[in-house]
């Protein structure tokens, strides 16, 4: 069974700070990982999904790494921003399903 | 525009009543889902279609029943609303083929049983 977890639960951070979140998987035959960002109250945005024939995917100041022999995704923030304060979730699927398993997510604040 | 749109945004209601939540995608995408968030906002999978047939149908109770009248729209009908049915519901849709699959998810509908 597939279990996915992240640390940490919570962080807090001045800004300008570089950041890694981390997400591991226990099951690593996984199909592709994404990383999620959630604003309370608000639905799920996709921040980016990494194939499993990936290492890393980038968008802005967002750097994904996947190491899938070993279970593990990083997600690094660079020069961290009080607009980034928002809860980040990661999730696998699997081969031959649609079905994501999320990760139990880390809640960020950056402040000024 | 919205992309994936869920109605209502919220819901309170009495325990032992029925209610249904809708969502509707604008993105032509050929797969739906509900999704589960609890109180301690572990997201879960509760069910998928695919072209309108049901391909994800998790542990669930049978008070929860979904239905898509097309592509678009994918229903969440609940009979016998419980206590523990207190949660946010998501929709979210997505293109298969082979490769980059995003889930596209709506904004919730904040259901509270009373």
């Known amino acids: 069974k597939q279990e996915v977890t992240q640390i940490p639960a919570a962080l807090s951070v001045p800004e300008g700070e570089n950041l890694v979140l981390n997400c591991s998987f226990t099951?690593?035959?996984?199909?592709?990982l994404q990383w999620f960002r959630q604003d309370p109250g608000k639905g799920l945005t996709s921040l980016l999904l990494i194939q499993s024939s990936q290492r890393e995917q980038t968008s802005g100041r967002l750097n994904a790494s996947l190491d899938k022999s070993s279970g593990r995704s990083t997600l690094y923030i660079a020069a961290s921003q009080p607009g980034d304060s928002a809860t980040y979730l990661c999730a696998v699927r699997r081969y031959n399903t649609d079905k994501l398993i999320f990760g139990t997510g880390t809640r960020l604040q950056v402040f000024p | 525009d919205t992309a994936v749109s869920q109605t209502p945004k919220y819901l309170v209601t009495q325990m032992g009543n029925d209610k249904s939540i809708k969502c509707e995608q604008n993105?032509?995408?050929?797969?739906m889902y509900w999704y589960k968030q609890d109180s301690k906002k572990f997201l879960k999978i509760m069910f998928s279609y695919n072209n309108k047939e049901l391909i994800i149908n998790e542990t669930v109770p049978n008070r929860f029943s979904p239905k898509s009248p097309d592509k678009a729209h994918l229903n969440l009908h609940i009979n016998s609303l419980e206590l523990g049915d207190s949660a946010v519901y998501f929709c979210a849709s997505s293109q298969r083929k082979q490769g980059a699959e995003t889930q596209y998810f709506g904004p919730g509908t904040r259901l509270l049983v009373l």
């Open positions: 099951d690593s035959a996984i199909y592709n």
């Open positions: 993105l032509g995408h050929d797969t």
